[in-house]
C-alpha cells in the first residue's frame, strides 16, 4: 500500500477534517483508541470486517476510502498555541491525586502537562503502580514526593527537583515522610494521540472503583494544582470543554 493510500494516513486525514480526537473517533467507528493510534503510525492494519465496519460508521465507501489524499503526521509551522487557564482546564479527582490537565483545548497533543495534588501518603495507601503510554517529566513545585516504580528503589524528590521516566514501567507518586501537602507539574508525552483522552478515563475510572461512578460539573477556579474542596465531583470540566 503506498503512502498515499495508508490506511493510517487516511484516518489522519478524515479525523484533522471531521476535527476529532482519537477518542472521538474511536467512539464513532466502533475500533479502540489504542487500535486507531497504531494504525496511524502504521503499525497495525485492520482486518476486512473491520475495514467494512470502518467505511460504514463514517458513511465513506472503500473505494472512496483508499482514494483520498492523506497528510503527514507532523505538519511545519501549524501556528498552534494554547495559553493555559480556566476554560481550558479538565480538572479529575482520583483517590490518589487531584489532576488539572492543562490545554485542554488543543487536540493532538504530542505532550499533556498536568499539575498534581499528591493525595497518598505513602505506597500501601497509594495501592497498585499504574501504567500508561508514553513516557513523562515530573517537576515539583512544592513540598517532596517519593517516586515509586516497577525497576528501581524508591526516590524522594523535594521542591524544585526532577523525574524523568518511562510511563510504561509501573510507577506512582506519593508524599514524602512528614509531608502533609505536595504539588507537581508533569508533562506526559506519547507519540500516540489522545494520551490526554487516555489518562482522563484512567483517573475516572479509579475514581469509580474508589467511589461510584463520577459526577461531572464546572469548576470554579484550580490555581498551582490547590483546588476548591467544597465540590465532591471527581471530573469538573469548565467552560470551552465540553467535548471531555
Known amino acids: 500500500m503506498s503512502q498515499r493510500t495508508s490506511l493510517g494516513g487516511v484516518i489522519r486525514r478524515i479525523r484533522y477534517e471531521r476535527e476529532w480526537s482519537l477518542a472521538e473517533m474511536s467512539a464513532v467507528v466502533g475500533i479502540p483508541l489504542s487500535t486507531l493510534a497504531k494504525i496511524e503510525r502504521g503499525e497495525l492494519s485492520l482486518t476486512y470486517d473491520k475495514l467494512l465496519q470502518l467505511s460504514e460508521r463514517l458513511e465513506i465507501g472503500l473505494p472512496e476510502l483508499f482514494s483520498m489524499p492523506v497528510v503527514t503526521q507532523n505538519p511545519v509551522g501549524t501556528g498552534r498555541r494554547s495559553v493555559s487557564g480556566e476554560a481550558n482546564t479538565i480538572t479529575v479527582a482520583s483517590r490518589n491525586y487531584d489532576d488539572n ?38 517537576y515539583v513545585v512544592s513540598g517532596s514526593i517519593v517516586v515509586h516504580t516497577d525497576f528501581y528503589e524508591p526516590t524522594e524528590i523535594k521542591t524544585g527537583g526532577g ?15 512528614g509531608c502533609d501537602s505536595a504539588t507537581i507539574l508533569a508533562v506526559c508525552a506519547s507519540r500516540s494521540d489522545g494520551l490526554d483522552q487516555a489518562l482522563i478515563e484512567q483517573m475516572v475510572g479509579f475514581s469509580e472503583q474508589a ?10 477556579k484550580a490555581k498551582g494544582g490547590n483546588r476548591p474542596r467544597s465540590s465532591p465531583s471527581p471530573v469538573r ?3 470551552g470543554s465540553a467535548r471531555r
Open 237 to 239: 470540566a469548565r467552560a
Open 211 to 220: 467511589s461510584g461512578a463520577p459526577r461531572v460539573g464546572k469548576k470554579a
Open 163 to 177: 523525574h524523568y521516566l518511562d510511563s510504561q514501567m509501573g510507577h506512582a507518586y506519593v508524599r514524602a515522610p
Open 101 to 138: 490537565y492543562l490545554c485542554s483545548d488543543l487536540r493532538a497533543k504530542i505532550m499533556t502537562p498536568i499539575i498534581i495534588d499528591v493525595k497518598a501518603a505513602d505506597i500501601e495507601e497509594f495501592g497498585p503502580l499504574i501504567t500508561h503510554d508514553g513516557e513523562e517529566f515530573v
